[in-house]
């Protein structure tokens, strides 16, 4: 049993997003207007397995020495996207809620998550990859994508955990979309038990009200180069 009370815990890998009907109704509202589009669209999966194996390498928790844990082995709880909460529009100004009027769109392609013990608390890591695509009322720029993680109390349904993270989302110019990902700080959750991935869920989507009448940061030459430095 002490053996096994020392192993770290173990990832499981999560499945990709599936894709949604409602993204083939903004790519033909793009097509109406003329807005051409580039290799690796939504609709286009190129190198998706590398691509979730970055996610993948990104999300895991560093090894830790080996220590004594209540419980082993220790998994993690189960996540998925929250229903309604794959996809963000958001729209240009006035009542218009067609497609003609989409500025961009949000959409969470790969998740993934990680998960330990430390000091009798459950700490799990979430990676979450998406794209923000133009719409026909859409320009180049950088965009908050407002990604909510939430660990939900299988017992009652509450929100144990709940952080928003807004994560730029560029598109450069002459491109009609740009990829973003972020990894959370850890969670920290109180171990409940000998099967505490039981009693929790993971949730993950857009809060489309994060943003609700935020301006965008307009795209300038040399825009990527600046934050890099600043970054620095």
């Known amino acids: 049993m002490q053996e096994h009370g020392q192993e770290k815990a173990k990832i499981e890998r999560t499945r990709r997003a599936p894709s949604r009907g409602r993204t083939i109704l903004l790519l033909g509202a793009l097509a109406l207007v003329g807005c051409s589009r ?36 220790i998994k993690c709880p189960e996540i998925s996207i929250q229903d309604g909460t794959a996809e963000d529009r958001v729209y240009g100004p006035g009542d218009d809620r067609t497609n003609a009027n989409v500025r961009y769109q949000f959409s969470i392609i790969n998740f993934a998550r990680d ?79 000998q099967y505490s991935d039981q009693d929790y869920v993971i949730k993950i989507g857009f809060d489309s009200q994060a943003n609700a009448g935020a301006p965008r940061v307009p795209h300038h030459r040399h825009h990527a180069a600046a934050a890099a430095a600043g970054a620095n």
Do not use: H
């Open 38 to 73: 580039t290799a690796g669209s939504f609709d286009t999966d190129d190198s998706g397995q590398t691509k979730m194996n970055n996610l993948w390498a990104l999300v895991q928790f560093k090894p830790i020495p080996a220590q004594p844990q209540p419980f082993a082995p």
């Open 115 to 193: 998960c330990q013990v430390v000091d009798k608390q459950y700490q799990m890591k979430v990676g979450v990859e998406g794209r923000v695509l133009l719409g026909p009322a859409g320009t180049p720029g950088t965009y908050p994508a407002p990604v909510r993680v939430v660990v939900v109390s299988r017992s009652d349904g509450s929100a144990t955990v709940s952080k928003l993270y807004q994560v730029p989302a560029s598109v450069a110019e002459g491109q009609t979309e740009g990829p973003f990902t972020i990894v959370t700080d850890p969670l920290s959750v109180p171990v409940t038990g």
